[in-house]
């Protein structure tokens, strides 16, 4: 692909350059006939960094200690991984990263996002009204 790109590049300039020997507008010619080219380039780039993924699996800003792989009995519901999250805040005083939560209940950040709200609001509700949550 880069060869490719290279003759294209070249051809291109080439092009544009009969205009510079006869006093025409050679330099501005050539660069607006080496964008073409160098534009491809770029979005195959973008593309393949969008679309790469990361190596192993992994989950960026994650020690070892926090890549608690996925059991086996995960909660299926939302409400039994709301139950299991207030559980797992309560152990940790604070509530898990959206990261930790994903990858501890094998769900996506979407997922992750809703559940860690309504176990954020069931604890409020716990703390306001003293009621026991599960």
């Known amino acids: 692909m880069l060869v490719g790109a290279a003759v294209t590049l070249a051809a291109n300039v080439a092009a544009a350059t009969p205009g510079a020997l006869e006093g025409g507008p050679g330099l501005v010619a050539q660069a607006m006939n080496a964008w073409p080219p160098l534009a491809f380039l770029f979005a195959v780039e973008l593309l393949v960094i969008a679309f790469r993924p990361d190596p192993a699996g992994a989950v960026r800003g ?15 519901t939302d409400d039994d991984i709301v139950a299991a ?22 769900i996506g950040a979407r997922r992750s996002d809703r559940v860690r709200a309504a176990a954020a609001l069931a604890d409020q509700e716990d703390q306001r009204g003293g009621v026991e949550h599960r």
């Open 62 to 76: 994650l020690t070892e200690a926090d890549d608690e792989s996925v059991d086996d009995e995960a909660p299926a």
């Open 85 to 106: 999250l207030c559980k797992w805040a309560a152990e940790e005083g604070a509530m898990p990263s959206r990261e930790r939560v994903r990858v501890k209940f094998g």
